[in-house]
């Protein structure tokens, strides 16, 4: 069973700090490209970075600046290093893998809450 399995959510003040972590399992994680999503009450789903199985990444531009997309193939693991946190960023964020249109998953979600 593929599993991503999202960390590192929590509440946090605006102007603050939360690194999320995306561990997978059961998949070669080092052919997927990685992404985290955020879907917000009453707003639609967007993708927040991503970063291709090359390296590449590319950011929302509502984060460019402030978030750092990373992944570590040895560990499976993707990471997403959130700064200059805003009350706007308080969202659920997934966690998301895509090889291909058979190979996509997604993890459960985290719930970020930025907050005074």
């Known amino acids: 069973q593929v599993q991503l399995v999202e960390s590192g959510g929590g509440l946090v003040q605006p102007g603050g700090s939360l690194r999320l972590s995306c561990a997978a399992s059961?998949?070669?994680?080092?052919?997927?490209?990685m992404g985290w999503y955020r879907q917000a009450p009453g707003k639609q789903r967007e993708l927040v970075a991503a970063?291709?199985?090359?390296?590449?990444?590319d950011y929302a531009d509502s984060v460019k600046g402030r978030f750092t997309i990373s992944r570590d193939n040895a560990k499976n693991t993707v990471y997403l290093q959130m700064n200059s946190l805003k009350p706007e960023d308080t969202a659920v964020y997934y966690c998301?893998?895509?090889?291909?249109?058979?190979?996509?998953?997604w993890g459960q979600g985290t719930q970020v809450t930025v907050s005074s």
């Open positions: 998301n893998a895509y090889a291909t249109i058979t190979s996509a998953y």
């Open positions: 970063i291709t199985r090359a390296g590449s990444t």
């Open positions: 059961n998949i070669i994680f080092s052919v997927y490209h």
